[in-house]
Structures are given as structure tokens and as C-alpha cells.
């Protein structure tokens, strides 16, 4: 249990987050508002043999069956407050102030979760320690960007996942497991840590000999099996296991999303188009690559006009390459303190590699992470950086001008609050270091110092370079673009923040990848 005075502490620090996020109520919202609002009628007005059928709106449901039955729990209570929220006829495309204020409040609740998890994450650090860590995930400008202005659930669902990773620390393997088969069925895209997930509880909860080890592994696929069931087994006895299916993994969506994720994709795509530039203007025919990339509508991808054409079998093979270092650190030494640097890495590489990557999946490897950041110098000063990178690449989300004050201030606040945290943090680390290190050289000659080191929180000239780039990039799509080019090529704002933003993220998985093959 939280002591005394932390306890105020955690609920102060979720009532300030509540409050903004209240404040944030009435401002833009993006399609994901409807595409809700209509799970929330479906669900209601249909049995659940007819919700993956469902056509009344374009915004069919495509999440697992436990977040459809998360959503059913919700209509009830929308029904309550306002039945045409739940009409599935009269309801599409419903703005009254009842369903917004219903389902923004509905959001806030739910990131209860993300607390209880980054409470049990952090409940054995050092007070320092453990409010920084509550302040970087709490308050985290992504989370409110996406969750409370674009609007998702993404602070519920990395609630599970802080759990599930709480409890796999802890020692509670059989839980953490469990936890994580729960997760996976409210929102299948967290499965690229699955891997992890599998090689690291067969080393470290099946271990104790073969005839131990083989019960244990029976015991943990039971109860994986068994929380699939109770998702999927009813849509399994009616026969609609495959349309199911077939609404969760639309692979014909593309490569990549309208606005183009950060991460390896975007150099390919530059690479493909640069080519096809460069070989028509040497002689050779060539196919100019369509502008659908950037057209900002999400459908299938055009094909390339030079590179090979890249499947989601490809990016899959990528994605398990690219894990593989970190499945062998897993299997030679499965240590519960790495587990959250693992799965946060995981993700990670599903981003870079993976297929129709959305720019929100950043906020699968930047809340975990957060419990890394405070571990060490090295993870902060890392951690600083991505956390920006990550924010700053969501911007595009929030389109309209009269919330470009709100995404700059929560960025620069939380910039602010991380260089200040970190600071104080390893300021106070080094110097008791250094303290102790002197006492016991200066004890033989009877001396003792009084002095400690005061090294500061710093990211070296290289990483202030890079964040002074974010803001010549912005200033350009803010300001030069509109004076120098008018209204002659809309795409490259959009463009530069993810080429730019890529090399951030991009070098973010190499640190990662060096720093998993590093520390045992």
C-alpha cells in the first residue's frame, strides 16, 4: 500500500491531469469520436452474432471482442444519459453535447487503469523516483493529445499493459501472463511483444526441470487458452471466426498511413520516389509514383516505382528480425528488472518496421519507457528526447488553429517538467555518490569531505542540435512554407515532420537494440 503521504501525492497528481483534461472537453475531436459513438450503438442495438457484420456505418468495428464488449458496458450507461447516442439509425453522426461530454468523460475514467498500473510500476522506488515516474506517464502530452483531443482509449489499454508488466516484475509470472492475453484481446496490435511475452515467461516460469517446467508451461497455456475462449469462442460457435478476423487485420490498407509514421518506411518511400526521379531524368522510363502516400486517405498503397514492393509478410520477417537480439537476451537470461525495457523495445520495433504503422502506436514504447527513463543517466537523457520526438510527430493529429496553443504548451510544459525532474533526480544521485566515494578514500587519513559532485541533467550539443531542427521544421511548415511556396506542394510539411521525426525514432531503436545487448 501507498504510505500516507504518497497517497495524496498520486491522487493530486490525477486530479491535475483530470482538470486539463476537463478544460479539453469541448475541443476538436477526430473521426475516432464517431467511429466510437457508433461501436457504442452497434453494440447496443445489435446482438453480438451481428456486430462484425455490421455495415450502417463506414466505421465498421475492427477491435477484438473484448473491447467490443467494453463497449457495450459503456452504452449502457449512454442510454441512460442520452438513447440516441445508442440509436444505430438516428444516432450517426450525432454531435449534441451529451454524447461529447459522456464519451470524453468515459475516456478519463477509464485512465483510472493507467494510474492503478503506473502506482504498482513505481510503488517500490524512492520518492523521487516514483513522482517523476507518475508525472511522466500521468501527464504525458501524447496520452492527452491522442486520448483527450483526437480521442481513443489508449490510456486504458497501456493500463493493462503497466499491470500485466507490474506484475511480471514482481515475480507473478502466471498473472502477467494472464494480464497480457486480456490486452491482446481488447486490442490485438499489442501482440508484437507476444514474442517477448512467450520466451521470456517459458525461461523464466516453466523453469525448475521438465517434468516442473512441463506442468508449468500447461498451466500458463491454460490460462491463455482460456481467456481466448471466453473472447472469441462465441464468435467461434456461430461461425464467424474468420470475419472477425478479417475485420482486425485489413491488410489492404497499405504500407503506410496517410500522414506517413516516423519510422524506416519513410526513407524507403523517399528512396523509391528519389529513384524514379533520378531515372527518368537519365533517359529511363519510369512510372512516377502516385501522391497516395500523402493524399490523406487510408486505402491501398501505390504500388513502388523502382524498390520491390514491400508485403506485410516482409514487414512481419523485419519486425522478428529486428526482435530477435532481444528474444536471445531473453532466452540466455530472463531477469524480471528488464522486462519493461524488452517489451518497450518490442514495440518499438513494430513501429520502425511494422505495416500501416498509425504515429499514436509511439505511445506503445514511450509509456513504458517512462519506467525505464528514471533507472539510470543514460535511459533520461534518452528517454528526453524520444519523449519529445514522439510528442512532436502527433502534431499533424491536431489540425485546426485554435488548438495549435494547446499541443505547443503541453509539449514545452512537459519538456519543461522532464529537464527540471531528471535534474533533480541525477543531480542528487551523483552527488551521494560521490560522496561515499570520498568518505571511504579520505577515512584512513581521518578525514571526511563535505563536498559533493553537482553534475547536471544534460543532452550534449548533438541532441540540442537535433531539437533545434523540430523547430526549424516547424517554423517552416508554420510559416515559410505559405511565404515561399504558396499553395505549390501541400505534402512537404506533413513530409518533413515525418522524415525528420524518423531519424529520432530511428536512432531511438538503435540506442534501444545497443542498450538490450548491453546490460545482463
Known sequence: MLGES?????????????????????????????????????????????????ETSEWTLDYPPLFASFERFLSIFANLVDPQIVHLHNGLNYKGSSVIYFQRITVILSDLLLLYGVYRLSKNLDSLKRNLTWV?????????????????????????????????????????????????????????????????????????????????????????????????????????????????????????????????????????????????????????PTASFTGGLVG????????????????????????????????????????????????????????????KASLHFVIPLAIVAVESLEDAKHYFLLSIVSCYSLFPLL???????????????????????????????????????????SAGSGKRSTTGGKEGFGIGWIGKSYLFGLLVVELWGQILHNYLLGDRFPFIPLMLISIYCALGITYSWIWQLKRVLKLS
Request: charged share 10%; hydrophobic share 50%; with cysteine.
Open 6 to 54: 504518497s497517497l495524496p501525492q498520486l491522487l493530486w497528481c490525477f486530479a491535475v491531469a483530470a482538470t486539463v483534461k476537463l478544460l479539453l472537453i469541448p475541443s476538436y475531436h477526430s473521426t475516432d469520436f464517431e467511429v466510437h459513438r457508433h461501436w457504442l450503438a452497434l453494440t447496443h442495438s445489435l446482438p453480438f452474432s451481428s456486430w462484425y457484420f455490421d
Open 136 to 288: 511522466l506517464v500521468i501527464w504525458s502530452p501524447g496520452l492527452l493529445i491522442v486520448d483527450h483531443v483526437h480521442f481513443q482509449y489508449n490510456g486504458f489499454l497501456l493500463g493493462w499493459l503497466l499491470l500485466s508488466i507490474s506484475f511480471l516484475v514482481e515475480g507473478r509470472d502466471l498473472m502477467g501472463g494472464f494480464l497480457f492475453a486480456v490486452l491482446l484481446c481488447f486490442k490485438h496490435l499489442f501482440a508484437v511483444a507476444a514474442p517477448i511475452y512467450f520466451i521470456y515467461l517459458l525461461r523464466h516460469y516453466c523453469r525448475g526441470g521438465f517434468v516442473w517446467g512441463l506442468g508449468r508451461l500447461s498451466v500458463m497455456g491454460a490460462v491463455v487458452v482460456a481467456v481466448f475462449a471466453a473472447a472469441y469462442g462465441p464468435f467461434l460457435y456461430h461461425g464467424q471466426i474468420q470475419q472477425v478476423i478479417r475485420r482486425m487485420f485489413p491488410f489492404g490498407r497499405g504500407l503506410c498511413h496517410a500522414y506517413w509514421a516516423p519510422n524506416f518506411w519513410v526513407f524507403y518511400i523517399i528512396l523509391d520516389k528519389g529513384l524514379a526521379f533520378l531515372l527518368r531524368k537519365l533517359g529511363f522510363h519510369i512510372v512516377a
Open 300 to 359: 491501398d498503397s501505390s504500388p513502388f516505382a523502382v524498390l520491390p514492393q514491400i508485403t506485410p509478410l516482409t514487414t512481419f520477417i523485419i519486425v522478428l528480425l529486428g526482435l530477435f537480439p532481444c528474444l536471445v537476451k531473453a532466452w540466455r537470461d530472463p531477469q524480471p528488472r528488464l522486462v519493461a525495457r524488452w517489451i518497450a523495445y518490442a514495440y518499438m520495433c513494430g513501429f520502425v518496421f511494422g505495416w500501416h504503422v498509425h504515429e
Open 399 to 441: 489540425y485546426e488553429t485554435q488548438e495549435y496553443p494547446i499541443k505547443v504548451l503541453l509539449l514545452l510544459l512537459h519538456s519543461i517538467l522532464m529537464w527540471f525532474g531528471f535534474s533533480a533526480q541525477f543531480t542528487t544521485d551523483e552527488a551521494s555518490e560521490k560522496d561515499e566515494q570520498t568518505n571511504k578514500k
